[in-house]
């Protein structure tokens, strides 16, 4: 069981590619909730009143391995809907947020 001030946050890094991806990943229809630097603060600190992990994939839009994982970590997200908080930052608009947390290429 998962307290309320235990957070677990789980961290994928994605190695960059030179491959230019067409559209962005985990679009607005996606159940994957993309975090930023007004979001990501909050999300991380504050606790729900259902304990749920926290699962944070960090990714760039132009990585060919983050791409081709998006479709499993879409299907994760569906699969532990309501029992954990799947979520995405991405490192090439949210720098600042990478930096912080040592995330690189």
Do not use: P, R, W
């Not at 960059?16 to 999300?43: C, H, P, Q, R």
């Not at 926290?54 to 983050?66: M, P, Q, R, W």
């Not at 090439?92 to 995330?103: H, R, T």
């Amino acid at each position: 069981m998962v307290s309320s001030k235990l957070l677990a946050v789980f961290a994928v890094l994605c190695v960059m590619s030179s491959a230019v991806m067409a559209k962005g990943l985990y679009e607005k229809d996606s159940i994957v909730e993309k975090l930023n630097d007004l979001n990501f603060k909050t999300f991380i600190k504050k606790a729900d009143s259902m304990n749920h992990v926290k699962l944070i994939e960090f990714y760039k839009e132009d990585c060919a391995n983050c791409k081709s994982f998006e479709k499993e970590y879409n299907e994760l997200a569906k699969q532990f809907k309501g029992i954990i908080k799947v979520t995405a930052v991405d490192c090439g608009s949210q720098k600042k947020i990478c930096d912080e947390y040592s995330v690189t290429e």
